[in-house]
């Protein structure tokens, strides 16, 4: 019965102690959290409840409970250092170390990294840490895609046509990153359909899985601010229908190339989730960004249909052996749909923002799965938060009856909430087909 921290409270741990708890090896899981997060508070042996910058405080926390390995949830603990800390208390982690965690933390590192090893998939790119040159840049590119270097929790990105139309305003909005963070990411824009690669890694091999869908847009038909992600899909043969088989093919070669990068660059095997954010172009698929980590939504659509032990896998990480173990899913379609508060994503001033402190009661989903992400639970009952609550997953043998069992289980949580109606329809399917058809012309 092994010991095992996991470090983290979202919608995405609670599936990871879910798959931890599946395990034949009896785990005892031990959860480090920032808020409780009630499903994981049900499927652990001991939660600690403090903050993921209180490295001390997680190392004695897996200390004192003789902790076999940890699995390290989101970004920031890794941003941090959390796996430096444990490993120098002795404790391995399924999570890369600071320097390799810049893949995700750092995305001029990435995309330096990328270049200087004439890796595929980049963008035309230049990394800024003044006003200097910027405007000359801009006037290169057909379309304009600007980024804050660092961490900004999804919705740091501003796409020329979404978040801004004339390069007067990308000036602006370059002068406005440049004062919030040390530097400024320019980029061409391309034009094709997103997919999330999330692999996992053991510094030599690198495994795919199910190819997942986030929806990032608030409201139906990709519509209004950028989220967290609204929600997700994947479909029983673990592809997406507007790809070509090359487009994920050149997505995993390129994740290979750098995972083999960030060992010769850094010195270390990268153990972990390389989360591969990539776009299917005219021209073959191409590399938008990584994630040091499982997506949250899309390990909600993996994690259930893992048919491999999950405590395995992450023995196979840690010793580097992953070559030597067969990882297997279920041929299943899955929907996830968030469920948030009415005013997530809008302005403070708006008549629903105020909705984020609300009540809310969960009554019966179904056959849905339900995984808890930033409520609070009280003596009284559940609480909303001003970010995402409930990720609601549907899965079947087809995409039509993943998502009527993932709409059922929304209906069944009571209070100011909202959700997408439109994940996992044919119609939203078809329009990226369309899409990809027509760019494609064929």
């Excluded at 480090?32 to 004695?60: C, H």
């Excluded at 893949?103 to 995309?111: D, G, H, Q, V, Y």
Aim: hydrophobic letters at 35%; one cysteine or more.
């Amino acid at each position: 019965m092994p010991n095992i921290l996991l470090v983290g409270n979202g919608a995405r741990e609670h599936a990871m102690a879910e798959a931890i708890s599946r395990s034949q090896h009896n785990p005892r899981l031990f959860s480090f959290m920032k808020a409780n997060n009630p499903g994981i508070a049900s499927l652990s042996e001991k939660i600690k409840l403090g903050g993921y910058s209180d490295l001390a405080a997680i190392t004695g926390f897996a200390t004192e409970n003789k902790i076999e390995f940890a699995v390290i949830g989101p970004e920031d603990p890794l941003n941090n250092g959390v796996v430096d800390a444990l490993t120098a208390c002795g404790i391995p982690a399924v999570g890369p170390n600071k320097s390799l965690a810049r893949l995700e933390t750092s995305k001029s590192f990435t995309r330096n990294l990328v270049n200087k090893y004439h890796i595929p998939g980049n963008p035309q790119f230049n990394v800024f840490t003044s006003m200097d040159g910027v405007e000359a840049f801009l006037n290169k590119l057909e379309g304009i895609v600007l980024k804050p270097d660092g961490l900004t929790g999804g919705k740091g990105v501003l796409v020329q046509g979404d978040h801004f139309v004339t390069e007067d305003e990308a000036l602006k909005l370059c002068q406005q990153i440049l004062k919030e963070s040390s530097s400024l990411i320019v980029e061409e824009k391309f034009d094709g359909e997103e997919f999330s690669l999330q692999c996992l890694c053991d510094g030599k091999t690198v495994v795919a899985t199910p190819l997942v869908q986030d929806h990032k847009r608030r409201f139906d038909g990709d519509r209004g601010p950028n989220t967290g992600g609204m929600g997700s899909y994947s479909l029983p043969d673990h592809s997406m229908p507007f790809l070509k088989p090359q487009d994920v093919e050149e997505g995993l070669e390129i994740t290979r190339q750098v995972a083999a990068a960030l060992w010769k660059e850094t010195g270390n095997p990268y153990k972990g989730v390389m989360y591969g954010g990539f776009i299917a172009t005219k021209n073959g698929a191409k590399l938008l960004e990584y994630n040091a980590r499982f997506g949250d939504p899309e390990a909600m659509n993996i994690l259930p249909l893992l048919k491999t032990d999950f405590v395995e896998i992450c023995r196979h990480i840690i010793a580097g052996t992953l070559d030597q173990l067969k990882i297997e899913f279920e041929p299943k379609a899955t929907v996830c749909k968030y469920v948030v508060p009415k005013g997530y994503g809008l302005p403070a001033d708006h008549p629903d923002a105020a909705s984020s402190r609300d009540k809310i009661e969960v009554g019966n989903v179904g056959k849905a799965r339900l995984y808890y992400s930033s409520v609070d639970k009280k003596e009284d009952g559940l609480y909303l938060s001003s970010s995402r609550a409930i990720g609601i997953v549907g899965i079947a043998d087809n995409l039509e009856e993943a998502r009527k069992i993932a709409e059922a289980g929304v209906k069944a949580v009571k209070g100011p909430v909202a959700y997408r109606e439109d994940i996992g329809t044919a119609a939203l399917i078809q329009k990226r087909i369309d899409h990809m058809k027509k760019i494609r012309k064929y």
